[in-house]
């Protein structure tokens, strides 16, 4: 059974930079959606951006060019490089994978592995 561990959160100052890891059990491959997703105090799960296909990703708006999602090249490891973060960037940050068929990438329910979580606050 596929676990993943996500790990890099942490405090940062607006305008700051982290680099989340999420380590996966299984290799990283196209058969799946593999994606990040936040959630912040007393809000919904949201997709943040997610490695749709072999160097394929897709981001939500509010992060588009501003984070990245890439893999490392042993095919275990996925990563959000996350720049110029701002307060509303405070979350918990999860890694998860999904089977592509009938779904968005941006739709939890599509997703049944999940992380525990790592914790990233953005303070100004």
């Known amino acids: 059974q596929l676990q993943m561990v996500e790990s890099g959160g942490g405090s940062v100052q607006t305008g700051g930079s982290l680099t989340l890891s999420c380590a996966a059990s299984e290799y990283i491959n196209s058969e799946y959606y593999w994606a990040w997703f936040r959630q912040a105090l007393e809000k919904e799960r949201e997709g943040v951006g997610a490695m749709v296909g072999i160097s394929d990703t897709r981001y939500a708006d509010s992060v588009k060019g501003r984070f990245a999602i890439s893999r490392d090249k042993n095919l275990t490891t996925l990563f959000l490089q996350m720049n110029n973060l701002r307060p509303e960037d405070t979350g918990k940050y999860y890694c998860?994978?999904?089977?592509?068929?009938?779904?968005?990438?941006?739709?939890?329910?599509?997703?049944?592995?999940w992380g525990q979580g790592t914790q990233v606050t953005v303070f100004s």
């Open positions: 998860a994978r999904a089977l592509k068929y009938g779904w968005h990438w941006y739709e939890a329910q599509a997703y049944k592995t």
